[in-house]
């Protein structure tokens, strides 16, 4: 086999063939025939040829590559949207450049400048907590490359979205407390310039009105939700006494109060019952076992991966937004309130 740098010239005069008929036989053209396809492939194969994807993608002004902005990798929501992601664009053709923003806007604007200079064909985004502007996203729409955000979903100009009903989940699951006896609930919320975090918020209210409990400001806590934030919010519910219920919007902040609380003498769920959001490993295997939400991780990565190929192949952007179910999963950490 040939190592050195095979051209369609080296094809076309190993088989005494013109070389815009290999380009196109190369290129899948109909204009030629199956039987001479054929041929060419085979001879291309043996002689070492390589698609020179550049000189391709300058051609045709794709370059059949997606950009993906992470907050963590290490979260294994995010980590779970991302095969989700990785396997609907394989299946399509397209590669992926994955980054994470680290929850810091500037780390942010610099990926998306990057992914801009390299002319990523679209961009699947969930933006970072310090996030509240996007003017870093208008390089985008000036090329015509489609945005969708997953999981935190943003009024963007014509951007589509795929996301829960984080609203609904996170009544389920101040209800589920209330319905195990829980009076007294806090929640952890996150950044309130994030709308998923404001819908939280939202559904953690509707829940206590609805069952005459009334909202408690002091209840209320906005964080980033690590798991330093977690022990933080603890160390503070414990001054109130009739605190009986947490609904946090993360596992990560719900696991770090739950083992503070439990080293200060609390015990989850008859003291003090639990909630968190996600669904990470973890959750299920730590003591007692932590009632989440279980999000369509990796369904989401698939439904915003093929909505933004869609968009791309259409050459259009249009506002879409898909909302996913989500489930509680009752564990130890909720159970048993009132026994």
Do not use: W
């Amino acid at each position: 086999m040939n190592t050195g740098k095979v051209t369609i010239h080296d094809i076309s005069k190993a088989l005494n063939i013109d070389s815009s008929t290999v380009s196109r036989a190369l290129n899948n053209s109909v204009r030629v025939s199956k039987t001479t396809k054929e041929k060419i492939l085979a001879k291309a194969k043996e002689l070492g040829y390589q698609r020179n994807s550049l000189a391709s993608n300058l051609r045709t002004n794709k370059t059949n590559t997606i950009g993906v902005v992470v907050p963590r990798i290490s979260r294994h929501f995010f980590s779970t949207v991302i095969a989700g992601i990785e396997e609907t664009a394989y299946d399509n053709g397209y590669n992926v450049v994955i980054c994470q923003s680290l929850e810091q806007l500037k780390r942010e604007q610099i990926i998306t400048e990057t992914l801009v200079s390299n002319r990523v064909d679209g961009l699947l985004i969930s933006i970072s907590m310090q996030t509240t502007s996007f003017e870093h996203l208008e390089a985008f729409e000036g090329y015509g490359a489609p945005i969708v955000f997953y999981d935190r979903p943003c009024n963007f100009k014509n951007s589509s979205s795929v996301s829960i009903d984080d609203f609904e989940a996170s009544f389920k699951a101040t209800e589920h407390l209330i319905l195990q006896g829980c009076n007294h609930i806090v929640h952890f919320g996150g950044p309130q310039d994030i709308t998923l975090y404001q819908n939280r918020k939202e559904g953690y209210k509707a829940a206590l009105v609805k069952h005459g409990l009334g909202y408690n400001p002091d209840y209320f806590f906005s964080t980033k939700l690590s798991e330093e934030d977690g022990v933080a919010m603890a160390k503070k519910i414990v001054k109130f006494s009739t605190v009986d219920g947490i609904v946090s919007a993360n596992d990560t902040a719900a696991i770090s109060a739950m083992r503070y609380l439990k080293s200060v003498g609390k015990h989850i769920p008859k003291d003090i019952a639990v909630v968190g959001f996600n669904n990470d490993p973890i959750s299920a295997v730590i003591e007692p076992s932590l009632t989440t939400i279980n999000q369509a991780d990796f369904n989401m990565g698939k439904k915003a991966t093929m909505i933004l190929i869609e968009q791309i192949k259409n050459n259009r952007t249009t506002r879409l937004s898909v909302v996913l179910e989500s489930e509680l999963i009752v564990r130890d950490s909720s159970k048993y309130k009132n026994d």
